[in-house]
C-alpha cells in the first residue's frame, strides 16, 4: 500500500503535465463528515462515524452529475499536509498523484483556524478549491459565525455552508465544482523566501506539481520529497537548497521552517479575524453539559455502566433472546426448515436430503445458526455500536479508560478497535492501523484475537449468560476482563517499542440521525453475512462429512481428556470446538442450543463460555492477523492462545467445582 | 587576579559547562568557545586557585566551580526564554544581550526570572536549564505567571507561551490541533485526563503532555 502510493506518487511527479484525467478530491480535518459527501457526490455508501480516524484507507467512485468519467476520491482525516502521520501521507500522496485533480475542502465551521491552516497548504500546491463549511448548524448553536461571503470576496475561493447529514447546501457545492479554478496561494513571505523560490525554480525540472509547493517544501528542511524528484535534478541543486535555507536564517534570525511556517500561521490569523466571529456564548447545551458528564472521573463512570447496560439489553436480551426466539423458532422452525423439508423429500438422494435437512444440514444446521441465531445479535449490535459511534460517545470511553489502557503499553485511542472487535474480531484488526505503533498494534490484535468476543458470540454468551444467576456474568466478565489485563500487561513488559501520545480530538455529542445508522448498519451486516455465512456452510458440511465417515465419534472420544477431563464438559460440545475453529460464534451458537436442551450446567455453561471466548479467533480474523503482522506472528498467537484458553478453562471448572458454587 | 578577567573567567566557566553537555573536553575544543589571546593565562589562574581541573590536554570544571558555573548558565538559558518566549525577539537580537544578562541577574532576580516563566526546563535552543532552589517548590516567592497546563485550575482560561515536547513527533500533533504558541486555551478538565477547549475543538491530553506545556493565565 505505502509502496503503490509512492510509486504512484513518483510517477505522477515524472510524468509530462496534462495527461490526468479530472478528478475531486476530498480534503479536511477528521471527522468533519467527508464521507457523507463522498456518499451524496457518488452515490456509493462508504462507513460513516462520529469518531475521527475510521476512513483509514482511500475510497475511490464516480461521481453522478459532475460530467463523464470524473472520479471522486474520498480520504483520511488529515490536519496538514506535511506528513507527519500515515494519514497525512496517504492523503499528500493521492493529492500529488492527482496533479489535475480540484480539491473539496471540507470544513467545520466552528473551526476556521484549523480550516485555514489546511487550506493554505492546499493552496501552495496549486490546486483549485471549493470549500464546503459543513456542520453549520453546530455552529450556529455554538454562536460561531464564518462570513462566507466576505471569504470568497478576499480570497476568490466559493465556500457554502452546507449540513451533509441532511443534504442541506450539497447542490451549491456540486455546481461550483465544474467552474473552480486555480488560484494563487495568498500568503506572503518574507523578501528572502522569494527570492530563494525563484532562484531555484530555475534549476527544478519541470514537474506536474507546482515548483513553488516543492521548492517551499524543500526549504522546510523536513521534506520528504527529495526522494520523489526525477533523477535528473543536477547535484547542485540540493547545495544550492542549502545554501538558500542558510540565507533565510540568516536574513530573518530564524530557521526555514520557522519563517515559513509563521508566514502561513500569520496569514491564518489575520484571515480569521477577519472572517470568523465568536459571540459569547449562552447557556450550555444538554449535549454539552452530558459531554462534559460522561468525562467526568465521578459521573463518567455510572453513564459508562448505562450505557453498557443499554447495549447489553438491546443486544443481548432483545436481540439474542426475543429476536433470535421469533426467527428461529416461527420463521425458521414453523415455517422455513418444514417446507424446506418438504421440498428436499423431492430428491431421491438421501445423501443430498441429509446434507441439506439432516442433523447436520446446511439448511437445518447452518443457515439456521447464520440468519435465526448470528444475523439478529450482529443486526442489533451493529445498531447499537452506529448509534454509539454517530452520537460521540466513543472518545469520551477513550477518555475514561485511557489510564487502564496505558498499562497495557496502550493508549485510550486503542478504544476504539476494541469496541469494534466487540462487533467483528476481523473489522476491529483491519482498524489497528488507526494505531500510530507497531507495538499498539500488534497487542491490540493479540487482545482481539484472545478475549473480545464478537457481537455474535457476544450475544449468544449474554443469551446463555442470562439464564443463569447474575454471578455468572460476574464470573465471565471478570475473568475475561482479568485475563485480557493480565495478558496486555505482560505483553508491553516484553514487547520492544512504544507506546504513542495520547492526543484525541473530542468530537462533539450529537443525536444519532437514524437513517446513517441504517445504512450503516446494512452495510456492515452485508460485509458480515459475505463473509461469514460461507464459513457457517463450510463448516457444516466438514461436520456433515466427519459424521459421515464416523470421525466425530472418534474425534470426541479422543479429545475427551480435555473436554471431559479438564473442562468437565459432556462429549457433544467437542462439536462446538471443532466448528468454533471456523468460527467462534458458530462454536458458541452451538453451545447455545445445547444449553437451552438443558444439556449443560450452571458451571458447564460458565466454563465452556470462558473457553471458547478465549479460544482461536475465526479463520477469516486469522487471515487477517497474517495479513497484517505475518504468519510467523499469527502462528505464535495461536499457539499462545489455544494452550491458554484451555488452560483458563479448566481453571475456572475446577474452583468453580471446588468452591461449590451452584449458579 | 588580573582585574579584567572577571567576565572571561565566567565565560571559561560557561564554555567548560556547555562542552561538557557535548562530550568534549580538551584545549582546543576550548580555545574555539573562547576568544581570548590570555586564554592560557587565565587557566592557569583558574587551575591555581581550583576552578578547573587540569590533566595533560583535558581541561574539566572542578566540584567548587561546578556550581558557579550552573547559576550561569541558568541566568543565560533563562535569559534566553525571556527574551524569545516572552517577548517574541528573534535569536539574532536576543543572543548578545543573554550574554550580559548573565553578568547581571542577582540570585533574586533571577529567581523571580524563573517563578515568571513558570520555572522552564529547558532554554529554546531545547538544551536543559539547571534549576535554582525555587524550581524545587522550596519558596514560592511570587505565584508564577507562567505555569505548565498541569498546574492550571478547572475552568481557567490562557495562552500557551511555550511547548517543550520530548519529540518532535508530538510538537506537531500538537500543532495539528492548534496547540501551538499563541493559542488561547480553557482547561476543562483534569482527570482522567486533561481536557482543552482551543477554539471550538475539544482535545484530551495525558498527564505528561499537559506537563510540557506552558501557559500564561489570565488574571482575575
Known sequence: MALMAFLMTKAALTAPAGTQETSVVLVGNANVGKSVIFSYLTGKYVTVSNYPGTTVEITRGKARDLGPGVEVIDTPGVQSLSPESEDERVTRDVLLANP?????????????????????????????????????????????TFDADAFSGITGIEAFPTVAVEGRGLDKVKRSLLRARRCPSPVLYPQAVEYAIEALSASLPQTNISSRAVILDLLTGESDLAALLPESVPAEFWTMVAHYQEEIRRACGRSSAAVISGARRAWVEQMAARISHTNERGAESWADRFGRWSMHPLWGLPILVAVL????????????????????????????????TSLVNLVPWSLFRDLMVGPYGVITMALTYAFAIVLPVVGTFFLAFGALEDSGYLPRLAVMVDRLFRAMGLNGRAVLPMVLGLGCDTMATLTTRVLDTKKERVIVTLLLALGVPCSAQMGVILGMLSGLAFSATIIWVGVVLGVLFAVGLLSSKL????????????????????????????????????????????????????????????????????????????????????????????????????????????????????????????????????????????????????????????????????????? | MHPDHGHKRDEILEALWTMAEDQLQTRADLAARVESTRLDEIVAEMAAEGEVAEDGDKIVLTESSRERAAQIIRRHRLAERLFSDLFGLEEQSWEASACTFEHILDEKVTQSVCSFLGHPPVCPHGKPIPPGPCCNGERKPIE?????????????????????????RRLSRLASYGVIPGSELTLSQRFPSYIIRIDQTDVALETEIAKEIFVRVERG
Open chain 1, 309 to 340: 447496560l443499554a447495549v447489553f439489553w438491546f443486544v443481548g436480551v432483545f436481540g439474542a433472546g426475543t429476536a433470535v426466539n421469533f426467527l428461529e423458532k416461527t420463521i425458521f422452525g414453523a415455517y422455513l426448515n418444514p417446507w424446506a
Open chain 2, 144 to 168: 508564577p505567571l507562567v505555569i505548565p497546563l498541569k498546574e492550571m485550575k478547572i475552568g481557567q482560561r490562557g495562552r500557551i507561551v511555550f511547548i517543550t515536547p520530548r519529540t518532535k
Open chain 1, 495 to 663: 514487547l520492544k517499542g512504544e507506546r504513542s501520545d495520547f492526543i484525541l480530538e473530542i468530537s462533539p455529542l450529537r443525536w444519532p440521525k437514524v437513517g446513517n445508522i441504517a445504512s450503516k448498519t446494512l452495510a456492515r451486516m452485508e460485509w458480515y453475512l459475505k463473509e461469514a455465512a460461507p464459513l457457517f456452510v463450510y463448516g457444516t458440511i466438514l461436520l456433515f462429512i466427519m459424521d459421515r465417515a464416523s470421525l466425530l465419534p472418534w474425534i470426541e472420544k479422543a479429545s475427551a481428556p480435555v473436554i471431559k477431563g479438564l473442562l468437565g464438559l459432556p462429549r457433544e460440545a467437542t462439536q462446538a470446538f471443532i466448528v468454533g475453529f471456523l468460527r467462534r460464534d458458530y462454536g458458541a451458537a452451538g453451545l447455545f442450543v445445547l444449553a437451552r436442551d438443558g444439556g449443560l450446567d450452571a458451571i458447564q455453561i460458565v466454563t465452556s463460555l470462558i473457553t471458547i471466548t478465549l479460544f482461536m479467533p475465526c479463520i477469516a480474523n486469522f487471515f487477517v492477523v497474517i495479513k497484517e503482522h505475518g504468519l510467523k506472528a499469527a502462528i505464535l498467537m495461536g499457539l499462545f492462545i489455544i494452550p491458554f484458553a484451555l488452560f483458563m478453562g479448566g481453571a475456572v471448572n475446577y474452583v468453580l467445582r471446588g468452591v461449590g458454587w451452584i449458579g
Open chain 1, 100 to 144: 489535475c485533480a480540484t480539491v473539496l475542502l471540507v470544513a467545520d465551521s466552528k473551526n476556521a483556524r484549523r480550516t485555514l491552516t489546511l487550506l493554505v497548504s492546499v493552496l501552495e500546491l496549486g490546486r483549485p478549491v471549493v470549500i464546503a463549511l459543513n456542520m453549520s448548524d453546530e455552529a450556529r448553536l455554538r454562536g460561531v
